[in-house]
C-alpha cells in the first residue's frame, strides 16, 4: 500500500467523524431550539397568568376574595403548571442524550471498524523485516481501542447520570409544591370556617 493509498483511508475515517460532528451539532440546536419553544411558552403562560391573578386580586371586594383567590386549589394550579414544564424539560434532555449517545455510539464504532480496515491493510502490505514494527503498532492500536471502550463507557455513565438527576430534579420539585400545599391547606380551611 503505498502513501496516497494510507492518507485516502485516513481521510475516510476523519470525513465520518466529521459528519458525526455535524449531526451531533444539528441535535444540540434542534435540542436548544425546543428548550427555548419551552421556556417561551411557559413564560406567555406565567405572564398570563399573573395578569389573570392581578385583575381578580385588583377587582375583588374586600380581603376575604383576595385570601381566597390566594387558596390551595390557586397554589396547586400553579404547582401543576410548574410540574408539567419541567417533565417537558426533562423530556426534551432525555431525548437529546439519547441521541447524542447513539451518535457517539455509531461513530466509535465507525471510527473503529475505518481504523482496524486501516491497520490491517498498512500491516498486511508491511514489507518483510518489519515484524517488529508491525507488532508495535498493532499493541499502540489495541491502547487506542481500549481509551475507546473506556469512553463509550464514560459517556454511558454520563448519561445515565444525567438522566437521574433529572428525575431527582423533578421528584423534588414535587416534593417542596406537595410541602407548600400541605402548609397551604390547613391556613385555607381555617380561614374559610372563620
Same mark, same amino acid.
Given at each position: 500500500m503505498n502513501q496516497e493509498q494510507i492518507t485516502a483511508k485516513l481521510s475516510q475515517i476523519n470525513s465520518k467523524g466529521l459528519e458525526a460532528t455535524f449531526s451531533l451539532s444539528e441535535a444540540a440546536l434542534e435540542n436548544a431550539q425546543k428548550l427555548a419553544e419551552l421556556n417561551y411558552a411557559a413564560s406567555k403562560d406565567a405572564l398570563v397568568n399573573v395578569q389573570d391573578g392581578?385583575?381578580?386580586? =385588583? %377587582?375583588?371586594?374586600d380581603p376575604k376574595q383576595v385570601t #381566597?383567590?390566594?387558596?390551595?386549589?390557586?397554589?396547586?394550579?400553579?404547582?401543576?403548571?410548574?410540574?408539567?414544564?419541567?417533565?417537558?424539560? %426533562?423530556?426534551? =434532555?432525555?431525548?437529546?442524550?439519547? #441521541?447524542?449517545?447513539?451518535?457517539? #455510539?455509531?461513530?466509535?464504532?465507525?471510527?473503529?471498524?475505518? =481504523?482496524?480496515d486501516w491497520v490491517n491493510t498498512v500491516t498486511a502490505t508491511a514489507p518483510a523485516g518489519s515484524e517488529v514494527f508491525v507488532s508495535s503498532f498493532k499493541t499502540v492500536y489495541g491502547s487506542v481501542l481500549q481509551g475507546f471502550e473506556q469512553f463509550r463507557a464514560a459517556s454511558k455513565e454520563a448519561f445515565a447520570t444525567a438522566e437521574k438527576t433529572a428525575d431527582q430534579a423533578l421528584e423534588t420539585a414535587q416534593g417542596q409544591i406537595a410541602q407548600v400545599k400541605k402548609v397551604a391547606t390547613p391556613a385555607t380551611r381555617s380561614r374559610k370556617a372563620a
Amino acid at each position: 500500500m503505498n502513501q496516497e493509498q494510507i492518507t485516502a483511508k485516513l481521510s475516510q475515517i476523519n470525513s465520518k467523524g466529521l459528519e458525526a460532528t455535524f449531526s451531533l451539532s444539528e441535535a444540540a440546536l434542534e435540542n436548544a431550539q425546543k428548550l427555548a419553544e419551552l421556556n417561551y411558552a411557559a413564560s406567555k403562560d406565567a405572564l398570563v397568568n399573573v395578569q389573570d391573578g392581578i385583575q381578580h386580586v =385588583l %377587582t375583588a371586594k374586600d380581603p376575604k376574595q383576595v385570601t #381566597e383567590l390566594l387558596s390551595a386549589d390557586a397554589l396547586q394550579a400553579a404547582s401543576n403548571q410548574a410540574v408539567a414544564y419541567q417533565k417537558k424539560v %426533562t423530556k426534551v =434532555l432525555r431525548d437529546g442524550s439519547k #441521541e447524542f449517545s447513539n451518535v457517539v #455510539e455509531a461513530s466509535i464504532d465507525q471510527f473503529q471498524d475505518g =481504523l482496524q480496515d486501516w491497520v490491517n491493510t498498512v500491516t498486511a502490505t508491511a514489507p518483510a523485516g518489519s515484524e517488529v514494527f508491525v507488532s508495535s503498532f498493532k499493541t499502540v492500536y489495541g491502547s487506542v481501542l481500549q481509551g475507546f471502550e473506556q469512553f463509550r463507557a464514560a459517556s454511558k455513565e454520563a448519561f445515565a447520570t444525567a438522566e437521574k438527576t433529572a428525575d431527582q430534579a423533578l421528584e423534588t420539585a414535587q416534593g417542596q409544591i406537595a410541602q407548600v400545599k400541605k402548609v397551604a391547606t390547613p391556613a385555607t380551611r381555617s380561614r374559610k370556617a372563620a
